[in-house]
């Protein structure tokens, strides 16, 4: 018996050796695998956007920011300023492209370059289906974008799909499935050729306003109304003054995020890939959510008492098919013919 027992202690010491030397064995490459990343220098983004703290935007940016986080190891760290805290968009593009911002996700400001208002140009799709062919990853408008900003040392990273856009009137609509109708009714644009051309197109009088004097131009009956948004800033922005809502489609809103290539470059592979897969998780999720998104501000909207008029599919190509006779010609001179027929060639 004492014999039996003496083999087995001896057998129990031996496999339990032979477990510390196997687990050694393999330690060092796991250990040194984690450390390499353990090791890696942490960097801080600055990250800004447009949009108010725990608005729909601010909540996937800031889950987009904690992917990045995680699939680091830790190594990328965000400091995210909302509601334009650093300043105007167009602003604080020109400082991500000097380095003293890291990153944004906002619209592409036409100040400094006019093909960067190409991506709201009217009618460039007008359905759902064609958004998903003209903003998608690898499509001419998107590498037409991504060459640019290359050119303003920016680093394209992933677009943000919003919402197509309407038009919201303090007064009643004349006419509004009419796209030749002739309203008179004076209405905000923004300061862009195709906003404009648009709303004359459509029988309004076009006044460029910028969008921080929207709401108080149309509380003062300055102007009766606005385009160059859709129901998600309308009913975020406008609150209590959209008697109608107009979604004819007349563009369509996507962001885009980008960041300073000097500080892309200095980043390690590991970070790049990390910051590159958080950044199309986040495109895809929006492409599941932002058509039922755009009809849940509309439920909104007609919730706070506004009429929102139904267009048929018939009705919105008509618009489309008089707007872009008069608008396009207009405007492929300002983004560069090339580039504009590259575009709109991509969803005929």
Same mark, same amino acid.
């Given at each position: 018996?004492?014999?039996?027992?003496?083999?087995?202690?001896?057998?129990?010491?031996?496999?339990?050796?032979?477990?510390?030397?196997?687990?050694?064995?393999?330690?060092?490459?796991?250990?040194?695998?984690?450390?390499?990343?353990?090791?890696?220098?942490?960097?801080?983004?600055?990250?800004?956007?447009?949009?108010?703290?725990?608005?729909?935007?601010?909540?996937?940016?800031?889950?987009?920011?904690?992917?990045?986080?995680?699939?680091?190891?830790?190594?990328?760290?965000?400091?995210?300023?909302?509601?334009?805290?650093?300043?105007?968009?167009?602003?604080?593009?020109?400082?991500?492209?000097?380095?003293?911002?890291?990153?944004?996700?906002?619209?592409?400001?036409?100040?400094?370059?006019?093909?960067?208002?190409?991506?709201?140009?009217?009618?460039?799709?007008?359905?759902?289906?064609?958004?998903?062919?003209?903003?998608?990853?690898?499509?001419?408008?998107?590498?037409?974008?991504?060459?640019?900003?290359?050119?303003?040392?920016?680093?394209?990273?992933?677009?943000?799909?919003?919402?197509?856009?309407?038009?919201?009137?303090?007064?009643?609509?004349?006419?509004?499935?009419?796209?030749?109708?002739?309203?008179?009714?004076?209405?905000?644009?923004?300061?862009?050729?195709?906003?404009?051309?648009? +709303?004359?197109?459509?029988?309004?009088?076009?006044?460029?306003?910028?969008?921080?004097?929207?709401?108080?131009?149309?509380?003062?009956?300055?102007?009766?109304?606005?385009?160059?948004?859709?129901?998600?800033?309308?009913?975020?922005?406008?609150?209590?003054?959209?008697?109608?809502?107009?979604?004819?489609?007349?563009?369509?809103?996507?962001?885009?995020?980008?960041?300073?290539?000097?500080?892309?470059?200095?980043?390690?592979?590991?970070?790049?890939?990390?910051?590159?897969?958080?950044?199309?998780?986040?495109? +895809?999720?929006?492409?599941?959510?932002?058509?039922?998104?755009?009809?849940?501000?509309?439920?909104?909207?007609?919730?706070?008492?506004?009429?929102?008029?139904?267009?048929?599919?018939?009705?919105?190509?008509?618009?489309?098919?008089?707007?872009? +006779?008069?608008?396009?010609?207009?405007?492929?001179?300002?983004?560069?013919?090339?580039?504009?027929?590259?575009?709109?060639?991509?969803?005929?």
């Amino acid at each position: 018996m004492k014999k039996f027992l003496v083999l087995a202690m001896a057998l129990a010491m031996s496999l339990s050796l032979v477990a510390c030397g196997s687990g050694g064995s393999t330690t060092p490459a796991s250990s040194g695998s984690a450390s390499a990343v353990e090791n890696e220098e942490t960097v801080t983004l600055s990250l800004a956007h447009i949009r108010p703290v725990d608005s729909s935007a601010d909540i996937a940016i800031k889950a987009f920011a904690a992917e990045a986080t995680e699939l680091s190891g830790g190594s990328i760290q965000f400091e995210i300023y909302p509601a334009s805290q650093l300043g105007d968009y167009t602003t604080v593009q020109e400082r991500v492209g000097i380095g003293d911002v890291d990153m944004q996700i906002a619209s592409l400001g036409s100040n400094m370059d006019k093909v960067f208002a190409m991506s709201n140009a009217a009618y460039l799709c007008s359905t759902w289906d064609e958004a998903k062919v003209m903003f998608s990853e690898g499509s001419p408008l998107i590498e037409i974008y991504r060459e640019k900003l290359a050119d303003y040392n920016m680093t394209y990273l992933a677009a943000y799909p919003l919402y197509f856009g309407g038009i919201a009137l303090n007064v009643d609509a004349k006419d509004p499935t009419n796209p030749n109708a002739t309203s008179g009714i004076k209405i905000r644009v923004p300061s862009m050729t195709t906003f404009e051309k648009t +709303a004359t197109t459509l029988g309004y009088l076009a006044t460029p306003l910028p969008s921080s004097e929207m709401y108080t131009s149309i509380q003062t009956g300055v102007v009766d109304g606005a385009i160059g948004a859709g129901a998600e800033m309308y009913y975020g922005n406008l609150s209590g003054l959209v008697k109608y809502y107009l979604p004819i489609n007349d563009h369509f809103e996507q962001w885009y995020m980008y960041i300073n290539t000097d500080k892309w470059n200095s980043m390690s592979a590991n970070q790049q890939t990390a910051l590159q897969t958080a950044a199309s998780n986040m495109q +895809a999720k929006r492409w599941e959510v932002a058509e039922s998104e755009t009809e849940q501000y509309e439920q909104k909207l007609k919730d706070a008492g506004t009429i929102v008029v139904d267009y048929t599919d018939e009705q919105l190509a008509e618009f489309a098919e008089v707007v872009r +006779a008069a608008v396009w010609p207009v405007i492929a001179e300002e983004y560069g013919t090339e580039n504009f027929e590259a575009v709109t060639n991509s969803i005929k």
